[in-house]
């Protein structure tokens, strides 16, 4: 346990908010999973750091966090009116694949991307075919209380039922239905969501039996279920994109109050977009994959650093120039790290520092400062190294990871040599230079700005 207290921001109060757990140090977090119709973008990657942030920081505070993601395997179509395709048969029909193939594959991706950006694994992993019964029972219970209505596309929740109804948008309901530019279909008021979607006339890959006819899930009744089923009808923390602000957690809040007669969960928490060129990174706009910055030479942990850089509640705007500056000074901390001896104690002050940064709603760029003024400092190197490492406990940059190797005087010679083959564009050369160190047992990496490391085979 720590000294300081725990602050983050609440969307729903929109207040810096101490954070109070409804166990005693025992946490209930439920976050918002990917869609699962494509690879995941630096930007959607942004927000699980974000999480990982925010589930380290509660760990580091002594907290047992019950992470809870899910996966999007189906439901969540093109529009968030309910309009349009659903992403994962669009997607499907498009890469001449099954709903279920593509959603495995792209699930894998996403995985093998949380792993290379170190990211904790959550608790439960959950998929929305697989609580399709839950889903029905959730709709059946509203359906029994009177919330909802049948439509000819499906079944469909009735805001107008719950008087404060976009509470945590703080959605100008009078507003909305004034400037209308939702497809209303036949939905009674234009915050109205889809519960259930009938299949139609038209056979769909995936689809199921209900009380209400085949068909499938809306988007947000999954999420409701699952954190429901995992976590309990009223939890700590649910977590997302601002994107989810307007309409999935919103829906998600009105769901869940007119089932239980209960705030879901206690705190929501928003992590701001990434944005490229003033736009936000997306799947069907300008995209960027984690696999294209290894590609570029730079390491997923130095995407990480990037992040931490700035605060989760402001726009983070990418460039290849920031992203080139973050893998540099990620090499340079190492560099210091490894130079440092071990054995140490983790100094109290900067401890007490730290701390009052992370602890109050996440001040990631005070703390990564922070990381500099510990190294100019006077303390014994030893103490640096072990301040630092306690620190990357939430950097989660594996700094404990780095050990120095020091690479022979001829090997270094014959990589340099190699670089300048290499700028001159004597290739065939550069590529025999390349062999006698491999046969020294090292392998030179080119990475991005014509860097390279040497590293053992
Ligand atoms: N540019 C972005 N920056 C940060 N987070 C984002 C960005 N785009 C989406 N997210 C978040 O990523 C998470 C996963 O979202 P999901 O897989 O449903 O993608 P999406 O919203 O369909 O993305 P896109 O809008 O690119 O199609 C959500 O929490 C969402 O809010
Ligand atoms: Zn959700």
Sequence with gaps: MTQTTLQFYNTL???????????????????????????AHVGNLRTYLFVDTLKRVLQLNGYQVNHVMNITDVGHLVSDGDSGEDKMEKGARIQHKSAWEIAT?????????????N???????????????????????????????????????????????G???????????????????????????????????????????????????????????????????TFDIHIGGEDH??????????????????????????????????????????????????????EPLAYRYLTLTSHYRSHLSFSWEGLAGAQKTLRRLRDKIT?????????????????GYINRDLNMPQALALVWKVIESEIEPADKKSTLLYFDQIFGLDLGKVVRVTIPDEVQRLAEQRQSLKQQGRYDEADSIRDQILAYGYQVNDSADRLYTITPR
């Design 245 to 298: 602000i307007p309409v999935h957690h919103t829906n998600e809040i009105a769901q869940c109050q007119a089932k239980n007669g209960k705030v879901q969960a206690n705190y929501w928490m928003h992590g701001y977009f990434l944005n490229i060129n003033n736009e936000k990174i997306s799947k069907s706009g300008v995209s960027l994959r984690l696999e294209s910055l290894i590609e570029h030479g730079y």
């Design 119 to 165: 990211i904790l694994k959550p608790s439960i992993t959950c998929r929305a075919t697989e609580h399709i019964q839950e889903q029905i029972s959730f709709i059946q219970s509203l359906e029994e209380k009177g919330y909802t209505y049948q439509t000819s596309d499906g079944i469909y929740f009735d805001t107008e039922k719950l008087p404060d109804y």
């Design 167 to 233: 509470k945590l948008a703080r959605l100008d309901k009078q507003g909305l239905l004034a400037g209308i530019r939702v497809d209303m279909a036949e939905k009674r008021h234009p915050t109205d969501f889809a519960l259930w979607k009938f299949s139609g006339g038209q056979k769909r890959q995936m689809e199921w039996q209900s009380p209400w006819g085949i068909g499938f899930p809306g988007w947000h009744i999954e999420c409701s279920a699952m954190a429901e089923k995992y976590l309990g009808e």
């Design 339 to 355: 130079s440092l001896p071990a054995g140490g104690n983790i100094d109290s002050q900067f401890k007490a520092e730290f701390l």
């Design 13 to 39: 109060s929109r207040q810096l908010m101490p954070f109070d757990s409804i166990g005693p140090l025992r946490v209930g977090l439920y976050a918002c999973g990917p869609t699962v119709y494509d690879y």
């Design 105 to 117: 594959f792209f699930e894998s991706a996403f995985l093998a991307d949380l792993e290379r950006l």
